[in-house]
Nanobody, 128 residues
């Protein structure tokens, strides 16, 4: 089993920055977590993909709203994946979840069902 714990959420003004962290424990992170992803869910909306990163860290991909403002990275030695969020907007307000894909079935998974493990989420609130 894998446990994922997110941290770093909070309240920030529009234009500000936050750095989310997700630390994994359980199964070996670097050897088996083919892809790590970040998703978010705003009130009344479905959970949506934000960003993903392959195990080597050399391949990253983003949803359109995140491109140019968010940066995903991973530190396999410390079993941690990060989401640096800059130029935040009120519409970025959501609960942010990290997820781990241990199957490797998809090269760049963007759908929830493609991920095997999920964290409990961390709240990000951006005020205008």
């Amino acid at each position: 089993q894998v446990q994922l714990v997110e941290s770093g959420g909070g309240l920030v003004q529009a234009g500000g920055s936050l750095r989310l962290s997700c630390t994994a424990s359980g199964r070996t992170f670097s050897s088996y977590a083919y892809t790590m992803g970040w998703f978010r869910q705003a009130p009344g909306k479905e959970r949506e993909f934000v960003a993903g990163i392959r195990w080597s860290g050399s391949t990253t991909y983003y949803a359109e709203p995140a491109k140019g403002r968010f940066t995903i990275s991973r530190d396999n030695a410390n079993n941690t994946v990060y989401l640096q969020m800059d130029s935040l907007k009120p519409e970025d307000t959501a609960v942010y979840y990290c997820a781990a894909d241990y199957s490797g079935a998809s090269y760049a998974p963007r759908r929830q069902y493609e991920y095997d493990y999920w964290g409990q989420g961390t709240q990000v609130t951006v005020s205008s």
